[in-house]
């Protein structure tokens, strides 16, 4: 349901800026299945039509500035984004503790720990998946824009964000760009 770039912002948030509690926090927190399926620390698959990742040498500092911009506002955009999951969960009269759970059984049916779901639970889990589903689609448009607004097309964003997972140089000038 994800594309490229919620998927690896996911991962790419929590490399950068692992240390800021709240983006690191906010990530663990999120009721939604999709967001649990880009394990920490775990390398997304390159976006299709990329080949490699960039050396260092060919990333100028002003991509790099723009990468650093758009990063913390997807950042910004990911926060509002849980709390609004949250809540949509809430509002269907789930708990988001349930709402996991049930997850969670629909995931494995036979894992240790999941409890029968009654069919009003099941109702409720669905119109919580449907609203999700709005909130993520919202998302990743509100990204890709964000991505667009400083200067970068997508594609050169993953391109980028490629480099800097295989590159701790590049890791650790964009973590100081954006702790500043």
């Keep these: 349901m994800f594309k490229p770039l919620l998927t690896s912002t996911v991962t790419l ?19 939604s299945r999709e967001n649990q399926q880009a394990p920490q620390g775990q390398q997304q698959p390159a976006p299709q039509g990329q080949q490699q ?14 990468f650093a911009n758009a990063v913390e506002q997807i950042q910004t955009i990911q926060q509002e984004s849980q709390q609004q999951m949250a809540q949509a969960v809430e509002s269907t009269g789930l708990s988001e503790q349930r709402y996991k759970q049930i997850d969670k059984a629909q995931q494995n049916p036979n894992a240790e ?4 779901v009654s069919d009003q639970e099941m109702q409720k889990f669905q119109q919580a998946q449907s609203k999700l589903a709005e909130i ?10 964000a991505v667009k607004d400083v200067g970068l097309e997508v594609q050169q964003f993953n391109r980028i964000f490629a480099a800097i997972q295989q590159n701790p140089e590049l890791l650790k000038k964009v973590r100081q760009m954006i702790q500043k």
């Design 13 to 31: 948030a929590l490399l950068l800026v692992g240390s800021l509690p709240g983006v690191a926090q906010s990530q663990q927190t999120a009721p």
């Design 136 to 145: 993520q689609k919202q998302s990743q448009s509100k990204m890709e824009q």
């Design 53 to 66: 990742a960039p050396q260092a040498k060919d990333i100028s500092q002003e991509e790099l500035e723009k």
């Design 113 to 116: 720990g999941t409890s029968e």
